[in-house]
């Protein structure tokens, strides 16, 4: 299966919505919330366990990355099951496109109450590998 991908997203429209992450989740700079979901299938002929998943289930992945109001930025499915989200991230368009800086992002900018320039980002879970341009949360694990 090819991925699907929507219209990329020209610089105006990131700055609206990272505009409307602001006004609606008081975080400002964000661009969009990126996460992975394993779609239920049928086990496809000869494909071994290509498509079997963690869940013990055949499955596809779908990658998706929403706006402030969950409306979808990008779309990535087609993946077999037993890859990981942040695998099929990394080797997704969107991913090296904003590994090569191609995705018309605005320019970093000063946040409120900084006195430095800070880039736009997109968030997501510990699946996905930190980076410039992409913020996740501290990782599950206690530190002693």
């Keep these: 299966m090819q991925p699907l991908y929507l219209p990329q997203p020209t610089t105006e429209m990131w700055k609206t919505i990272a505009h409307r992450f602001k006004e609606r989740w008081q ?3 964000c661009i969009g919330a990126l996460d992975g979901k ?4 049928k ?3 000869k494909s071994g366990s290509s498509f079997f998943n963690y869940k013990q289930t ?4 779908l990658i998706a990355t929403v706006d402030a109001d969950y409306k979808l930025i990008t779309i990535d ?3 077999m099951g037993r890859c990981s989200d942040g695998n099929i ?8 496109k904003l590994n090569t800086l191609t995705l018309q992002f ?3 900018a000063l946040w409120p109450y900084f006195e430095q320039l800070l880039p736009y980002i997109f968030v997501g879970d510990e699946a996905f590998l930190l980076s410039n341009n992409f913020m996740k949360p501290y990782p599950k694990k206690k530190v002693l």
């Design 89 to 96: 991230f990394s080797s997704s368009v969107l991913a090296k």
């Design 106 to 108: 605005p320019p970093p």
């Design 43 to 45: 086990k496809p002929a």
């Design 38 to 41: 394993q779609i239920m299938i």
């Design 58 to 61: 055949f499955s596809v992945v």
């Design 27 to 29: 975080f400002p700079h």
């Design 77 to 79: 499915i087609g993946s």
